[in-house]
């Protein structure tokens, strides 16, 4: 599964170097240079899954942006990691008092850097045991799925394909992605069985959410 990173550092030599490490890591990648960009991303990509923020930036600062990515309804609960030069207890101690999840001083090892946001990425997903898009609420402890506040029946294998949106809400996924994801191996039958479920899932929900993307696959609209 791909995450999706946005690393916001106005040094272009830091960010090239951050945004190298990730890539290579797995992740999609998402980088600005400016603290306004940052927020014109943030308020329109809902698919971000964890932020790397510099704080001296220009316009808009690291702890500005913080502050506006815990009071979205969207991104609230996302990741939040400071890279920064400022190493005094204070900031330090603003930052994690604004919710910051982790915070990295320059210099930094790359490796590590990578290892941390690896460690974020993995307790919150742990600790997602509710899922929400729109009107759809999917409890991935007791695999029950609610629609406009009505309890879905799903089989197991519904319930997977839905999650495997969900987790990925407003991202395209093609068939083999969605296979790979909702099966847990390389599926190598006929990707049309997708269709099948897709058709199936529609036919349950009572929210019209599973969107088509003709010659790509599917996504999940209602972020």
């Not at 742990?126 to 609420?137: E, P, Q, S, Y």
């Amino acid at each position: 599964m791909s995450n999706t990173i946005l690393v916001v550092e106005d040094d272009k030599d830091i960010n090239e170097v951050v945004t190298e490490y990730m890539k290579d890591a797995g992740y999609i990648v998402i980088s600005c240079t400016s603290g306004s960009e940052a927020k014109d991303i943030l308020l329109q990509n809902p698919s971000i899954d964890l932020f790397i923020l510099d704080i001296m930036l220009p316009e808009i600062n690291g702890l500005e942006l913080l502050k506006l990515i815990r009071l979205s309804e969207i991104h609230e609960e996302k990741p939040v990691l400071m890279l920064t030069a400022l190493e005094d207890e204070a900031t330090q101690l603003l930052s994690f008092d604004q919710l910051a999840d982790d915070y990295v001083v320059k210099p930094f090892s790359p490796k590590v850097l990578v290892k941390r946001v690896e460690k974020l990425i993995r307790f919150r997903g742990k600790a997602d045991k509710k899922l929400r898009c729109g009107n759809i609420v999917m409890d991935c402890e007791s695999y029950e799925v609610y629609d406009q506040q009505e309890k879905i029946p799903l089989t197991y294998r519904e319930f997977e394909l839905l999650n495997t949106l969900m987790t990925h809400a407003g991202k395209v996924l093609n068939r083999q992605q969605m296979l790979n994801y909702a099966w847990g191996y390389d599926y190598f039958g006929d990707e049309r069985i997708v269709d099948v479920h897709i058709k199936n899932l529609r036919k349950k929900l009572k929210s019209d959410a599973i969107v088509t993307v003709k010659g790509v696959g599917y996504k999940l609209e209602g972020v």
